[in-house]
């Protein structure tokens, strides 16, 4: 099955860009979705299909996907984008979900 | 709008049962596959299981497979997960979640109820 590799932590300062790599095999034939959870909540869609995002989530988050490896960006990262990110693709072999192992992004 | 609203969580001994329910609203329950995710203290999020829209396809994490079984009721709007022979590592807070767009994600998501596995 896959497996889905982040870094466990990046920091950045207020208005700065964060980046979270999400690494797996044979990525480039897979769809990456990307949550946000925050302390205490539960997870929030921000990123889908790679790139796309959901209604309502600011275009400060974006998403990309080359090779074997995924990126969320969050530009002018705001104090209340501190949270756990996590990457998501469903894994057509076993026809299973699988999540990242998750980042913490913390706002200095 | 969406709302999915979990219960059924609580304190249960290894060995015992525990069903979680996950009642619906805000869009049309059977037209959609509804899965299960789960977190476990200070951890990451593992998916569970999902039923399809009509309920006659079923799919288990290799971790559960065999103790868990997860079912709908159309007339109730609700989603449940039987678990049984539960395990110390069974104890996470566990989601519905709601696979509504074209893709292989999860738009929408519960508060989560929360399962303590111990003697």
Not at chain 1, 69 to 79: F, G, M, W
Not at chain 2, 63 to 90: A, C, H, P, W
Not at chain 2, 110 to 119: E, F, I, K, P, Y
Request: charged content about 20%; hydrophobic content about 35%.
């Amino acid at each position: 099955s896959s497996v889905l590799t982040q870094p466990p932590s990046v920091s950045v300062a207020p208005g700065q860009t964060a980046k979270v790599t999400c690494g797996g095999k044979n990525f480039g034939s897979k769809s990456v979705h990307w949550y946000q959870q925050k302390s205490g909540q539960a997870p929030v869609l921000v990123v889908y299909d790679d790139s796309d995002r959901p209604s309502g989530i600011p275009e400060r988050f974006s998403g990309s996907n080359s090779g074997n490896a995924a990126t969320l960006t969050i530009s002018r990262v705001e104090v209340g984008d501190e949270a756990d990110y996590y990457c998501q693709v469903w894994d057509s072999t076993t026809d299973h979900y699988v999540f990242g192992t998750g980042t913490k992004v913390t706002v200095l | 709008q969406v709302q999915l609203v979990e219960s059924g969580g609580g304190v249960v001994q290894p060995g015992r049962s525990l069903k979680l329910s996950c009642a619906a609203s805000g869009f049309i329950f059977s037209n959609y596959g509804v899965h299960w995710v789960r977190q476990a203290p200070g951890k990451g999020l593992e998916w569970m299981a999902v039923i399809s829209s009509d309920g006659t396809n079923k799919r288990y994490a290799d971790s559960v497979k065999g103790r868990f079984t997860i079912s709908r009721d159309i007339s109730k709007n609700t989603l449940y997960l039987q678990m049984s022979s539960l395990r110390t590592e069974d104890a996470a807070v566990y989601y519905c979640a709601l696979h509504k767009g074209r893709g292989w994600y999860f738009d929408y998501w519960g508060r989560g109820t929360l399962v303590a596995v111990s003697s």
